[in-house]
Every structure is written in C-alpha cells, then in structure tokens.
C-alpha cells in the first residue's frame, strides 16, 4: 500500500550482484522466525534509553522541528549483532504535555521527517495536549535507508514490458537479478525490514519517549503498522487512530486488483470534471476522454520523453504520477495543468511534481549502515525500493516460477480489466516480489482478535487506494477493540480533507471520546452524523 509520494528507482550502480549477495539476503530473511518459541533476548539496554533533542539538520526544516535518534537491533532475536538508528522529530506541545503521539504518514517507505517539516500545520491541534513525534523507519529516509540502484529500475521496467510476457522466464530471470541488486545497495537493514521490526522498533521509541502506553496516529500503510503493534503490544496501546485502513489479510495480487479498480474510479471522477472545462487537454467529449488518456500512456512507454536531467519519463511514470494525484480533488486543476503541459508542449515538469514530489538528479553512494544519514545522501529510490522490500517482507505468498508463469496472462487480463490506465502499474508492483525470500505470515495469521484499548478506524467511501471494505473486514479482524468511522467522502484518507473526521480524530486522540462505532461523517466533511451505517 502507498499513502504518499512514489518514486521510480533513479540511483546509479554497479550492476551484476552475485548469487552470494542473493543468498545473505534469503539466509537474513528467514519466513515465520516469529512463529517459533524461543528463549527472549535481553533488550533491556535499548529500553533504558533516554531522547535527546537538537534543531533538525538539512535544507527547509522549521527552526520549531527538533530531530533525535533511538538505537535499535538489526536483529530483534540477536541483538549483540548490530545496531541501527531510528531518526525521529517533534514539535513540542504548546502547553502541558501528556506524552507524545507518534505519526507514521503511509508507504510503506514514506520518510516522517521530511513529511512533517513541509506538512507539520495539519498536525498542531493536537500539540495543545502532546509532542507531535515522528520517525523514518528502518530502511527509510535517514534511518539506514534501502536502494536498490539500477537493478531495481530494471526491474521495473521488465515487470511492465508487453513483450517480456512472451518471454516470462527472461522476466522471472531480470526479478531474481534485480533481487541481488538490491541486497548489494542496500547494505544489512535489507535483510531485517518489514512490519513486525518496525513495530518492534515503534515500542522502543514508545519506551525512550517516557510514554507508559503509544498513542498513535497512522495513514494507510501507517494503519497496517498500527494493527501490528497492537497485535504485539496490546497491553501498551493507548489511544491509536488508523486513517485509511490497510488490509491484513488479502495477498498483494487481490490487493492490486483493488486498488487498480479504486485509481480507475478516481480517474473517471476527474474526466468528469476535467471535460467541463474548456482548459482540460482531453477536450469535452467524456467518452473520448479516458482513450485519448490511454493512448497518451502507451504512447509515452513507447517513446518515453527525455527529462532535464537526464533519463526519460515513460508511460508507466506517468501511470503513477496520475494515481497519485488522485488522492485528493485539491490537486485536480494542478493534474490538469499538469497534462495540458505534457500533451501539449511536451514538458514533463508538472506531472513530475507528483511522481516525484519534485523531481531529483539521482545520487550514487551506498547508505550508511547503522547510523542516521544525511538527509543529502538518502538514495533518490529509496521511497520505491523500500516500498518494494516491506511489502515482500510482509507478504507470505511466493508464487514458483512454473505456476507464475502459467498465471501471468490471466493476471494481467484481470489486472487490465479492473484498469485500462493503472492495471500494467499495478501488476509491476506485484511481480516485484518474485525472487524475494517468503515474507512473514504474522500480520496474516497472528494480528487478529486484539485485545486493547479502544482504536479508532476511519474508513473513506471513494478512497482510491485503501477501500472502504478494508475498513470493515480490518475492524472485524481486530474484533471489539476496533471502533469504525464511516467518512463518505472521496480521495485518500479523511483527516486532511474532511473536517469532521479531523475533528473526531482530534477529540479521540486528545480527550479519549470516540464515536459510536458506525458512526459517519458527511461528504461535504461538514456535521457528524451519529446514525451508524451497516452498509460494507
């Protein structure tokens, strides 16, 4: 699941990992390590320590944001094996603090920092109550942050080749390479990222902050990370709201197929406004409309364009900048500026913004491993190859090379019935996995049933990338502790665009008043309604 920014994989490396670094990858990854019982390590070291606060290094950060770090293990069940350190910021509260709440603003792979310094404004109601804490999890952003350099674009680029399906042993070859690459560039985090780790990791930040329990407010991979806290620490829940509910059970090819179905809605709701307008590069004929946006995608993987600094934007780049302009109706007239500049003048400027969040010349230079990096030296493809190895880390499902290829035609005939424009994207991001060592079955088997606090989901009726379904079947899986709220509004999550959602969120989080469960909020984002909805 990706809540915000996606990056194509752009850094520049040595090609050719080995065999060698393919099997350190599978060797450090090992399936269900948390399912056997084995005698607890001592980590009594990492819970004793103490945060200690500075002004936050690196261009545009608010002078108010202070940056610290907490040491965690690489490995949870071997921890005199390494270290790494986890970067974390805050704003302080205003006034008397109760502890702090933890952000955690989607992905997987999403830096918090960085999204905090340039979004911070939307968080401080509730600084009147807490410490506004974020964090980069493992693998990410400044915290020992993955890549996999040129192997993983690649890769990217096979998964989505036409042609490469009359050939799919050719392609399972390039995913196995590209596996490699990645276990090269990325250094050991690699081998222990994923989900439960973070959680693992979210704990001792919990503990370090001096909270008794995490209060905690995550958006769409963030809910996934919340879920599995909540499964491993239930008795240190506090108050946990989860925007945009991921799921916890579909695999990722179900998943694709959903969220290639939910882009596409979003997509036919922008024609139809986009074709009111004169300004609008598809004209006013609707139905004409989403072709010419095909065409417009084939045509560019075809004779991708050549960008400013170097390397082309292809059709499948502009796939993933359109979806995620889509998350919320406030960038519609930028996304149609945006177009109106590419098919019309061939400047990929604008629709580069949204893939990339402004675009970067790639970086070289291997992460540092085990201590916070530079915000200046983080992999310009670290987002998208950390997006890639939690989602695998996460996932149990692997596919053998003989039934993937017996599979791969009627995949993508399912994945391009549920989208014409996003289906091929959506499958690149599910073959991504071929060749990655079997991801846990905790968060599928184990994170169920919860017994804690009260949590607070909030699930949006025309969210493109996290269905509203998720929500309910997510609520029922975690069982009494989950208490659901019914925002019928559209776009990507509910507590930046719809003020009633923010406002119950705020009252959870700050005074412990929830909802009753199956209440909603309008799609105007106006009054609360406490009427519950049964609908799914």
């Given at each position: 699941?990706?809540?915000?920014?996606?990056?194509?994989?752009a850094a520049r490396r040595c090609a050719g990992a080995g065999a060698l670094a393919l099997a350190l990858l599978g060797a450090g990854l090992p399936r269900a390590a948390t399912d056997r019982p084995e005698p607890q390590p001592d980590l009594s070291r990492f819970y004793r320590q103490?945060?200690?606060?500075?002004?936050?290094?690196?261009?545009?950060?608010?002078?108010?944001?202070?940056?610290?770090?907490?040491?965690?293990?690489?490995?949870?069940?071997?921890?005199?094996?390494?270290?790494?350190?986890?970067?974390?910021?805050?704003?302080?509260?205003?006034?008397?603090?109760?502890?702090?709440?933890?952000?955690?603003?989607?992905?997987?792979?999403?830096?918090?920092?960085?999204?905090?310094?340039?979004?911070?404004?939307?968080?401080?109601?509730?600084?009147?109550?807490?410490?506004?804490?974020?964090?980069?999890?493992?693998?990410?952003?400044?915290?020992?942050?993955?890549?996999?350099?040129?192997?993983?674009?690649?890769?990217?680029?096979?998964?989505?080749?036409?042609?490469?399906?009359?050939?799919?042993?050719?392609?399972?070859?390039?995913?196995?390479?590209?596996?490699?690459?990645?276990?090269?560039?990325?250094?050991?985090?690699?081998?222990?990222?994923?989900?439960?780790?973070?959680?693992?990791?979210?704990?001792?930040?919990?503990?370090?902050?001096?909270?008794?329990?995490?209060?905690?407010?995550?958006?769409?991979?963030?809910?996934?990370?919340?879920?599995?806290?909540?499964?491993?620490?239930?008795?240190?829940?506090?108050?946990?709201?989860?925007?945009?509910?991921?799921?916890?059970?579909?695999?990722?090819?179900?998943?694709?197929?959903?969220?290639?179905?939910?882009?596409?809605?979003?997509?036919?709701?922008?024609?139809?406004?986009?074709?009111?307008?004169?300004?609008?590069?598809?004209?006013?004929?609707?139905?004409?409309?989403?072709?010419?946006?095909?065409?417009?995608?084939?045509?560019?993987?075809?004779?991708?364009?050549?960008?400013?600094?170097?390397?082309?934007?292809?059709?499948?780049?502009?796939?993933?900048?359109?979806?995620?302009?889509?998350?919320?109706?406030?960038?519609?007239?930028?996304?149609?500026?945006?177009?109106?500049?590419?098919?019309?003048?061939?400047?990929?400027?604008?629709?580069?913004?949204?893939?990339?969040?402004?675009?970067?010349?790639?970086?070289?230079?291997?992460?540092?491993?085990?201590?916070?990096?530079?915000?200046?030296?983080?992999?310009?493809?670290?987002?998208?190859?950390?997006?890639?190895?939690?989602?695998?880390?996460?996932?149990?499902?692997?596919?053998?090379?003989?039934?993937?290829?017996?599979?791969?035609?009627?995949?993508?005939?399912?994945?391009?019935?549920?989208?014409?424009?996003?289906g091929r994207y959506r499958l690149t991001q599910l073959l991504m996995c071929y060749g990655w060592p079997q991801g846990t079955d905790f968060i599928r088997d184990r994170v169920k049933d919860v017994h804690s606090a009260k949590m607070l989901l909030v699930g949006t009726r025309g969210?493109?990338?996290?269905?509203?379904?998720?929500?309910?079947?997510?609520?029922?899986?975690?069982?009494p502790s989950a208490v659901v709220l019914d925002n019928k509004g559209d776009g990507h999550t509910g507590y930046g665009s719809s003020k009633c959602v923010h406002r119950k969120v705020d009252d959870f989080l700050l005074y412990g008043t929830l909802p009753p469960s199956g209440s909603?909020?309008?799609?105007?984002?106006?009054?609360?309604?406490?009427?519950?909805?049964?609908?799914?």
């Amino acid at each position: 699941m990706l809540a915000k920014l996606s990056r194509r994989p752009a850094a520049r490396r040595c090609a050719g990992a080995g065999a060698l670094a393919l099997a350190l990858l599978g060797a450090g990854l090992p399936r269900a390590a948390t399912d056997r019982p084995e005698p607890q390590p001592d980590l009594s070291r990492f819970y004793r320590q103490k945060v200690t606060w500075a002004a936050c290094k690196g261009p545009d950060m608010p002078k108010d944001l202070q940056c610290a770090k907490v040491t965690v293990p690489l490995d949870y069940a071997r921890p005199r094996a390494g270290t790494l350190d986890v970067a974390l910021a805050r704003y302080r509260a205003t006034g008397a603090s109760r502890g702090s709440v933890l952000l955690n603003f989607g992905g997987p792979g999403g830096a918090g920092i960085s999204e905090l310094a340039s979004g911070g404004k939307e968080f401080m109601d509730l600084t009147n109550g807490y410490d506004v804490v974020t964090f980069d999890p493992r693998g990410v952003g400044r915290s020992s942050p993955v890549s996999c350099g040129e192997g993983g674009d690649e890769a990217s680029d096979a998964a989505g080749d036409r042609a490469d399906l009359a050939h799919p042993q050719a392609l399972l070859t390039k995913l196995r390479t590209a596996v490699g690459e990645c276990a090269r560039n990325s250094g050991p985090v690699l081998r222990h990222i994923g989900t439960v780790n973070a959680s693992r990791d979210l704990d001792v930040i919990r503990q370090a902050l001096g909270d008794k329990k995490l209060n905690y407010l995550g958006f769409s991979y963030g809910t996934r990370l919340g879920a599995v806290y909540a499964a491993q620490f239930p008795d240190k829940v506090g108050r946990i709201a989860l925007d945009g509910v991921d799921t916890l059970t579909e695999p990722l090819s179900e998943q694709g197929v959903a969220g290639a179905q939910g882009e596409q809605t979003a997509l036919d709701d922008f024609l139809d406004w986009c074709t009111t307008d004169v300004a609008c590069p598809f004209g006013q004929d609707r139905r004409a409309a989403e072709d010419q946006v095909v065409r417009l995608v084939h045509s560019l993987d075809k004779n991708p364009v050549p960008m400013d600094f170097g390397g082309t934007f292809s059709g499948q780049d502009l796939v993933g900048a359109i979806g995620q302009a889509l998350y919320s109706k406030q960038l519609w007239p930028a996304l149609e500026r945006a177009l109106a500049s590419l098919t019309e003048d061939g400047d990929t400027r604008g629709v580069l913004n949204f893939a990339d969040g402004g675009a970067a010349p790639p970086r070289g230079g291997r992460p540092q491993d085990g201590g916070l990096v530079d915000p200046q030296n983080v992999p310009s493809d670290n987002l998208a190859s950390a997006l890639m190895a939690i989602n695998c880390a996460d996932d149990p499902d692997r596919p053998d090379a003989a039934q993937l290829t017996k599979d791969l035609r009627s995949l993508r005939s399912a994945y391009d019935e549920a989208s014409p424009v996003f289906g091929r994207y959506r499958l690149t991001q599910l073959l991504m996995c071929y060749g990655w060592p079997q991801g846990t079955d905790f968060i599928r088997d184990r994170v169920k049933d919860v017994h804690s606090a009260k949590m607070l989901l909030v699930g949006t009726r025309g969210d493109p990338a996290t269905p509203y379904r998720w929500t309910v079947e997510t609520a029922a899986r975690l069982g009494p502790s989950a208490v659901v709220l019914d925002n019928k509004g559209d776009g990507h999550t509910g507590y930046g665009s719809s003020k009633c959602v923010h406002r119950k969120v705020d009252d959870f989080l700050l005074y412990g008043t929830l909802p009753p469960s199956g209440s909603s909020c309008p799609a105007d984002g106006g009054e609360w309604s406490s009427t519950p909805n049964t609908t799914n």
